[in-house]
């Protein structure tokens, strides 16, 4: 990248590069709202990887204009930076958001392809295909479920052992209450 020498040139840099970030923003945006599959592709990296390369360049020429302000420039010229540094943050954060929601919905196409994975083998595990192993997966399979189906009764019975203790508990405090309020109070 060539060494601007003047305040302008800077700026008209800047401004460049905001307006291909800006192209480059616009199609990354339409990518991660269409995109559903599992894995990246070649234009999705290309795009991130040019996305922050132009970040990069930017944070390099504010950072250059930076040193023009504290050099002696202007109130004017401040506020430009300024403007120019909120952008580059505003661009960035938004960069990374993006981002984080493709990886996301990556995550997340990953994980329903595994269940339907998950559930194609299991139909033919049900269907019965003749093979040893495929005896042997449905096997485990029904001990999986049936291994499921006694913690959900354990579960129920902890649950019914901590409902029990807490009626004993009120009971007894029920009980010493009103042997106290007897002992209190004369009979008739």
Do not use: C
């Not at 008209?12 to 192209?23: I, N, S, V």
């Amino acid at each position: 990248m060539d060494l601007p020498s003047s305040w302008d040139a800077l700026r008209k840099q800047a401004r460049k590069l905001e307006a291909q970030l800006d192209e480059q923003m616009n199609s990354y945006r339409k990518l991660v709202s269409t995109r559903v599959s599992t894995k990246g592709d070649s234009q999705e990296n290309d795009l991130e990887s040019g996305i922050d390369r132009l970040l990069k360049q930017l944070q390099q020429v504010n950072m250059q204009m930076q040193d023009w302000v504290l050099s002696g420039g202007s109130e004017m010229v401040s506020h430009t930076l300024t403007r120019h540094q909120e952008i580059l943050q505003d661009l960035t954060k938004e960069f990374y958001h993006l981002r984080s929601s493709l990886r996301a919905k990556q995550e997340h196409a990953s994980l329903l392809e595994d269940f339907r994975e998950f559930d194609r083998t299991r139909l033919d595990l049900e269907e019965g295909v003749g093979s040893t192993e495929q005896a042997i997966l449905k096997e485990h399979a029904a001990i999986s479920r049936n291994t499921g189906q006694m913690d959900s009764v354990i579960s129920q019975a902890q649950a019914t052992l901590g409902a029990l203790v807490l009626q004993r508990s009120t009971f007894g405090g029920i009980n010493s209450k009103l042997s106290n309020v007897g002992s209190r109070l004369p009979t008739v």
